[in-house]
T-cell receptor
């Protein structure tokens, strides 16, 4: 079956540090890939997405590139802020009636 | 202006009770979903409706019954609540079922069963 694996947290960083959260997937076919963010006490918000190989999604300084050869969709940000503290979820969705399948989530804590 | 809303935000109840969670979206979307987030933050789909028809029904106890009176609403009714049902339940909606369609999530309902 399809699945998403992402690095375990928590990831603790100082403000202005570089952030990478690894995400790899297993899928039969060609999924769309997503990063969602969940701030404390809130629902999930779409951060970025990519629908085909070599697409790069970007938003709010975050980037991720759909790599078919390594089945990966790693999330990066060059300089994090305290306000980036949240749980980040990598997810995939197959075409058609596909459901969103999430990784386990990675908590990121940014300290001043 | 809230895109996807859920009521109630918090629900505390005793084992054996029956409860409902309501969800409404004002985005004009055709597809709605229920997800469960456990205490470790793991998210899993429960149900999905497209134009009021059930299209995804994961392995969920039949104590859980979704109902979609119209495209804008998807309610979740839970019978005979158990301790293990304690979780945060998220409603979501999307325009369609295409792989790239963004899903918009509600703020969640934290259910605590005592």
């Amino acid at each position: 079956g399809n699945s998403v694996t992402q690095m375990e947290g928590p990831v603790t960083l100082s403000e202005e540090a570089f952030l990478t959260i690894n995400c790899t997937y297993t899928a039969t076919g060609y999924p769309s890939l997503f990063w969602y963010v969940q701030y404390p006490g809130e629902g999930l918000q779409l951060l970025l997405k990519a629908t085909k190989a070599d697409d790069k999604g970007s938003n709010k300084g975050f980037e991720a590139t759909y790599r078919k050869e390594t089945t990966s969709f790693h999330l990066e940000k060059g300089s994090v802020q305290v306000s980036d503290s949240a749980v980040y979820f990598c997810a995939l969705r197959m075409r058609g009636w596909g459901k969103l399948q999430f990784g386990a989530g990675t908590q990121v804590v940014v300290t001043p | 202006d809230t895109a996807v809303s859920q009521t109630p935000k918090y629900l505390v109840t005793q084992m054996g009770n029956d409860k409902s969670i309501k969800c409404e979206q004002n985005l004009g979307h055709d597809t709605m979903y229920w997800y469960k987030q456990d205490s470790k933050k793991f998210l899993k789909i429960m149900f999905s409706y497209n134009n009021k028809e059930l299209i995804i029904n994961e392995t969920v106890p039949n104590r859980f019954s979704p109902k979609s009176p119209d495209k804008a609403h998807l309610n979740l009714h839970i019978n005979s609540l158990e301790l293990g049902d304690s979780a945060v339940y998220f409603c979501a909606s999307s325009q369609g079922t295409s792989g790239g369609d963004e899903q918009y999530f509600g703020p969640g309902t934290r259910l605590t069963v005592t």
